[in-house]
């Protein structure tokens, strides 16, 4: 008799049933999850609306998994489900931030986690990258989680190395121009 | 050289561009642009170092329970959302099954009753008030013909329904008086094979007298003779004597 088999493939998705996986594929969720998390914080800077999305969009690459075929494109197929989600995320909360302040009273107290997040220099530096075009934007981010070099990001984004290499120049002469 | 013309130039130098010669041959000369290209690569790193810290956050431990409880639910979903495309499927077959028999019938005259379906599904047997239709046109597949044409008679088989139709109609013939035992003898005598069994008597359009009148019969004219001076030449040489 057999014993369990270990599944190579999107270990993330079939630990989560309780199926044996190998220690890349636990490896798989843990780095999922928390790659997953980092695109949508970087968009959202809420930790509670980014591990929202982080969730959902772990939850919508397990439903369709059946049209994935290989493991090496399953971390970009969840960056780009996790930052989407995370911009379809940020414009609902900031039409809802607009209806709110309508009725609000405006000397409102900011929340402390805001508040602390709010160094200046940081709040510069995101209030310009959320200005950098969406493609701009996306290998940016990426290419700021520690850990990431060009082909990491090329691999995570889909698109040529020599394609990340003109955004990443372009988005850091935008965020020059923008900051200095 | 003007510093302030190479201040693009330094900035895309900071950005990892080569430098040009020429502005590298400044960059050894010009402490000051070569303090401002320190400062832009100093700037950029900084701004590297702020995001990859910004971005070094981490998720909360109730993330990873989270996760895997709705991917699990998710994943329990799935074998019966794969299945969920066979309910319309299966009840477009359904629908189909039970429009068939009515999409194969054609409505038939009144008080006129369908001809029953014959194994062969191209025989019919017409009502005894109805006109017996030929064997030649009746029955296709009765006929001695090739492969070809045997293959044609099968495929007349879905008219079937239209000529029980065209049979059921009752047929109406307006005969003039006493003249039905001529029409059954033209009829036979132009299709032997046709049988009508009754001729139904209506009141047909105004009495003719069919008999000629005694006053329109052609009576046989007397003859006539031209007289004798008159007479047409009998010969060639007359004629032509007449004709000088």
């Known amino acids: 008799m057999h014993g369990p088999v270990a599944i190579p493939l999107a270990g993330a998705v079939t630990r989560a049933v309780g199926l044996p996986l190998d220690a890349e594929s636990e490896e798989d969720l843990v780095e999922g999850s928390r790659l997953a998390f980092r695109v949508a914080w970087s968009v959202l800077r809420q930790r509670e609306d980014a591990e929202d999305v982080a969730q959902e969009a772990l939850s919508r690459a397990c439903r369709n998994l059946a049209s994935l075929r290989d493991r090496g494109s399953f971390r970009p197929w969840l960056v780009r489900i996790a ?20 009725l609000a009273d405006p000397a409102r107290p900011r929340g402390v986690e ?6 200046e220099s940081r709040a510069r530096l995101w209030a310009a990258i959320d200005r950098l075009p969406e493609k701009l934007r996306l290998v940016t981010v990426l290419a700021g989680i520690e850990g ?33 | 050289m003007s510093c302030e013309r190479n201040r693009s130039g330094i900035r895309r130098v900071a950005l ?13 000369s010009c402490s000051a642009c070569r303090g401002i290209l320190d400062d832009d690569r100093r700037w950029l790193a900084e701004m590297d ?26 994943l329990a979903e799935e074998p019966r959302s794969r299945l969920l495309w066979l309910l319309p499927v299966a009840a477009s077959i359904v629908a189909l099954a039970m429009l068939l028999p009515f999409a194969r019938r054609i409505p038939l005259a009144p008080g006129s009753t369908p001809a029953p379906p014959s194994p062969t599904g191209a025989t019919i047997e017409p009502a005894p008030s109805q006109l017996q239709i030929p ?5 296709p597949q009765a006929r001695k013909g090739s492969p070809g044409q045997q293959a044609r008679g099968r495929s007349m088989r879905h008219r079937a329904p239209a000529r029980t139709a065209l049979v059921a109609v009752e047929p109406e013939v307006i005969v003039p008086p006493g003249g039905e035992a001529a029409l059954l003898r033209y009829v036979r005598a132009i299709r032997h094979t046709l049988v009508v ?4 008597l209506g009141p047909g359009p105004d009495p003719i007298n069919w008999t000629e009148p005694a006053s329109m019969r052609q009576q046989p004219r007397a003859v006539e003779r031209f007289p004798e001076e008159m007479e047409p030449p009998t010969t060639d040489a007359e004629a032509h004597t007449l004709g000088d």
């Open chain 2, 49 to 74: 170092e702020e995001l990859r810290k910004a971005l070094a956050v981490e998720p909360s431990a109730s993330l990873l329970p989270r996760v895997r409880e709705v991917a699990s639910r998710r």
């Open chain 1, 114 to 119: 805001e508040l602390a997040a709010a160094s």
């Open chain 2, 16 to 28: 990892g561009t080569a430098p040009s010669r020429r502005l590298e041959a400044h960059l050894v």
């Open chain 2, 135 to 139: 064997a030649t046109i009746a029955r």
């Open chain 1, 148 to 180: 990431h070099d060009v082909r990491a990001v090329a691999a995570l984004a889909g698109v040529p190395v020599g394609t990340v290499k003109s955004r990443l120049h372009a988005a850091r002469r935008r965020l020059m121009e923008a900051l200095s």
């Open chain 1, 83 to 102: 930052w989407r989600l995370a911009l379809n995320h940020r414009r609902a909360s900031r039409r809802r931030e607009r209806r709110e302040l309508v």
């Open chain 2, 197 to 200: 069994d009754e001729v139904v």
